[in-house]
């Protein structure tokens, strides 16, 4: 370390905790969620009508005389929609519930004359005004798609809410009406028109408005979405990039996570200094950096206030995946934060490794009998290969993953072949063509061995992508082969990683990230009591969707040494949350709708290339 982290207490008490949820926001965005519920329930419900619920609903803003069910239904879900960013503090959804919360009062008076009616929307309206200064979060960073997604999701609740009150008058419905028959009326009454369906009285024309009253809140919301100025996703800019590689310059042997904060799709906040930065991108309300701080140790403190001040400024929850415990300390230290430990990372010393011995037997035999079927490799610097080569390998790790979802966030560059990343080390595995005859004879005598011809990519088998790690040392970022090759070329090209380090200047080699590995680890030791041998076995069964048991015993093959990573969180509370956001990042869950190819936007940088599971090439997080 180039020096001790200072202390800062002063500047921990002042952010201590970061942006904790205010009191008066959480309980108004709880108040408005309350009535939205009973606004809609009264509206679609006639038996709610008549209960004693209903008596509390009367007098909650939307139960508006002859327009009951539209305005209950109007008001509820917009109110619904406000909620959540009300309790975030946004100011957009602020501005919104001050302008319809005397809107609901208006109209308890002029249409009731209800007076207690108005004076609750007034109570909810006067502590928005009071409290106006805490509602000053900044919106989120988006794009239009968002107008899609909404027009689809509220179109799908629509439909559903418009089934539910179109059969919630049984005893006043003329006939008996297909579900065909509802849908349809359901569909026409979004857009205004009378469908099939009658009513007895007035009841068909409290149907047709509350239906178009859902139309016209999906238009509305929609057009909101798709005419409001955009904020792009995270993008690091050109300049960003140069400060970020002069820092790893000098300080990038530190964390063998450093590179990977040059992904094209994080955004930055530097130190007031420029000595050193935290990246990060924002996903679902959640503001997730991962690794340590990029440069000087004692400039740390101030990158890290510069993130917890704009995570308050936008009320998004802070967290960081993947620190080292040296980052887990200063990050606690500074703002308050707790730190759990969420996995090992495994590194293996090039000066330490070798093939003999019994522990190495199996990984021995591997390589030897993959080498006798033919297989050859290269390990080689991505400035040491030409145009036409790395073409071929992009090409060649795209079709070969394992997804269709580009997986990697924490631990993943999200590019192969940039010209500003000379210095990454990429191996790889090829089969030349006599002895793949050779061993087509073989599969043919019985020897097991596929028949493996040549395709589209030549000889090119497989591909191993490392990342600098300092100047001595490489961080494995991704992991692809061809489905058609043998078993167990990821090790062949791991081994041969290794040996070749020594001629290229690479002292350590840092390999999977393994979560969770010391309790999968302990839990299969003997003695292990039955709360640890409970929480290994959820691990295993959890293995079957995440390989968390395999990629540990992958990484235990190499004998590395594991140097153990934390998550760093606010609350517990935060933690569910923090773990969805995270595998959204690493393209482990996606909640954005599928959209055609030719519809895609097309991202400013290379799609992110997956890394970490072994036989999908993906590393892991």
Not at 182 to 210: C, K, M, N, Q
Not at 540 to 559: C, D, G, M, P
Request: glycine share 10%.
């Amino acid at each position: 370390m180039s020096g001790e982290v200072p202390s800062r207490s002063s500047r921990a008490r002042r952010i201590v905790r970061g942006p904790r949820p205010e009191a008066v926001p959480a309980l108004v965005g709880r108040a408005c969620a309350v009535v939205g519920v009973l606004d809609i329930a009264a509206g679609v419900f006639p038996r709610f009508r008549h209960s004693r619920m209903h008596a509390i609903a009367e007098v909650l803003p939307g139960s508006l005389g002859p327009f009951a069910a539209a305005l209950s239904l109007s008001v509820g879900v917009l109110l619904l929609l406000l909620a959540h960013g009300l309790k975030r503090r946004k100011r957009r959804a602020w501005r919104a519930a001050v302008a319809l919360l005397p809107a609901g009062a208006v109209s308890q008076f002029v249409y009731r004359h209800s007076v207690i009616g108005a004076l609750i929307s007034l109570a909810l309206f006067v502590p928005l005004v009071i409290h106006r200064d805490e509602f000053k979060a900044l919106p989120d960073p988006r794009s239009r798609w968002r107008a899609l997604a909404n027009f689809v999701l509220m179109s799908a609740g629509s439909l559903a809410l418009g089934l539910v009150i179109v059969s919630a008058h049984p005893k006043r419905t003329i006939g008996d009406p297909s579900l065909a028959d509802r849908i349809t009326h359901v569909l026409y009454g979004l857009f205004g028109f009378e469908g099939p369906v009658d009513y007895e009285g007035s009841t068909s024309w409290t149907v047709a408005f509350s239906l178009g009253a859902l139309g016209l809140i999906t238009a509305v919301t929609t057009i909101y979405l798709a005419f409001r100025p955009e904020h792009p996703a995270a993008h690091l800019t050109e300049e960003d990039e140069t400060q970020l590689r002069a820092l790893l310059e000098k300080h990038g042997a530190r964390d063998s996570l450093g590179h990977f904060a040059l992904r094209r799709d994080k955004a930055v906040v530097f130190s007031p200094s420029g000595k050193a930065a935290v990246t990060y991108r924002v996903v679902s309300g959640v503001m997730l950096a991962s690794g340590d701080p990029i440069g000087d140790v004692e400039a740390w403190p101030g990158a890290i206030e510069r993130f917890m001040d704009e995570a308050k400024a936008h009320s998004w929850t802070p967290a960081v995946m993947g620190c080292s415990e040296t980052g887990g300390e200063v990050w606690t230290r500074e703002t308050g934060l707790d730190a759990l430990e969420l996995g090992d990372e495994a590194v293996v010393d090039v000066a330490d490794f070798s093939l003999a011995g019994r522990a190495m037997r199996n990984v021995r035999q591997m390589v030897k009998r993959i080498e006798r079927a033919g297989y050859e490799t290269r390990v080689r610097r991505i400035r040491d290969l030409g145009e036409a080569e790395l073409d071929r390998i992009r090409r060649a790790a795209e079709d070969w993953r394992g997804t269709d979802t580009e997986r990697g966030f924490s631990m993943a560059l999200g590019r192969i072949g940039d010209p500003a990343d000379g210095d990454c080390l990429i191996a790889t595995a090829h089969r030349i063509e006599g002895a793949a005859r050779s061993a087509s004879g073989r599969a043919a005598a019985g020897d097991g061995w596929a028949d493996d011809q040549p395709g589209q990519y030549g000889d090119l088998k497989a591909i191993l992508h490392f990342v600098p790690w300092g100047t001595d040392g490489v961080s494995l970022d991704l992991m692809r082969r061809d489905r058609s090759a043998d078993p167990g070329m990821n090790e062949l090209l791991i081994v041969a990683a290794l040996q070749a380090a020594p001629k290229l200047g690479i002292t350590r080699i840092s390999l999977n990230f393994a979560m969770f590995r010391s309790a999968l680890a302990r839990g299969e030791k003997i003695g292990a009591g039955p709360v640890l041998r409970a929480w290994r076995g959820l691990l295993v069964f959890l293995s079957r969707w995440f390989q968390i048991e395999s990629l540990y015993k992958f990484n235990a093959k190499f004998q590395p040494r594991w140097e153990p990573r934390f998550v760093v969180y606010r609350a517990s509370g935060d933690l569910p949350r923090i773990g969805l956001a995270a595998m959204q990042a690493e393209g482990f869950v996606s909640l954005a709708l599928p959209l055609p190819r030719f519809l895609r936007r097309q991202a400013p940088a290379p799609r992110p290339c997956a890394h970490s599971i072994p036989e999908q090439g993906v590393r892991a997080a």
